[in-house]
T-cell receptor, first 115, second 112 residues
Framework: GAVVSQHPSRVICKSGTSVKIECRSL??????MFWYRQFPKQSLMLMAT?????????EQGVEKDKFLINHASLTLSTLTVTSAHPEDSSFYIC???????????FGQGTRLTVV | GENVEQHPSTLSVQEGDSAVIKCTYS??????FPWYKQELGKRPQLIID?????GEKKDQRIAVTLNKTAKHFSLHITETQPEDSAVYFC???????????FGTGTRLQVTL
């Protein structure tokens, strides 16, 4: 299968600071990338969908000014958690999909801890 | 949007037995139903998927069945092994972007 790389795998930050998470498709062009959040022992919740070169579409209840998504190229999307608070601590996972395909491939996830 | 329900939330089977996990979905327009296996702290891994134009698909010890009329699909794992222990998620697509809605997950424990 295709390879999606996500970095960092773990990050600890102080309240009020911002954190950037990168999601790269290594061997295919990802026209669409998805960002999920997963709290302990819970399911994956879609936060937003991004298409290369256009603004991200956010799910209901997700603050677009807090979770900034940039999909500037066909191989890279970034999620920036701005002014992070302890309640933002979670496992953030991206997935990437090539144009015309249904299957999406997941990055390895980022464990964010806000202290 | 799509609503996906998954049962059971936990499942314990003895090694060699079969395991069945069931999901229902709400959007009749959904046409893609993947199943993911997630180990603790790891990414979800696609183990099998099915599209709405078929009723069953099998890959070695894993099979998935789909009943479009009833809007439910099931994962069947035969001859379970300890390494099958993980959390399994079903999902269904929806919308023009073919987003995925995930079920709540099933924690499968295969005991010796």
């Amino acid at each position: 299968g295709a390879v999606v790389s996500q970095h960092p795998s773990r990050v600890i930050c102080k309240s009020g600071t911002s954190v950037k998470i990168e999601c790269r498709s290594l061997d295919f062009q990802a026209t669409t990338m998805f960002w999920y959040r997963q709290f302990p022992k819970q399911s994956l919740m879609l936060m937003a969908t991004s298409n290369e070169g256009s603004k991200a579409t956010y799910e209901q209840g997700v603050e677009k000014d807090k979770f900034l998504i940039n999909h500037a190229s066909l191989t890279l999307s970034t999620l920036t958690v701005t002014s992070a608070h302890p309640e933002d601590s979670s496992f953030y996972i991206c997935s990437a999909r090539a144009g015309g395909y249904t299957e999406a491939f997941f990055g390895q996830g980022t464990r964010l801890t806000v202290v | 949007g799509e609503n996906v329900e998954q049962h059971p939330s936990t499942l314990s089977v003895q090694e060699g037995d079969s395991a069945v996990i069931k999901c229902t979905y709400s959007d009749s327009a959904s046409n893609y139903f993947p199943w993911y296996k997630q180990e603790l702290g790891k990414r979800p891994q696609l183990i099998i998927d099915i599209r709405s134009n078929v009723g069953e698909k099998k890959d070695q010890r894993i099979a998935v069945t789909l009943n479009k009329t009833a809007k439910h699909f099931s994962l069947h794992i035969t001859e379970t092994q300890p390494e099958d222990s993980a959390v399994y998620f079903c999902a269904a697509n929806y919308g023009t972007a073919s987003k995925l809605t995930f079920g709540t997950g099933t924690r499968l424990q295969v005991t010796l």
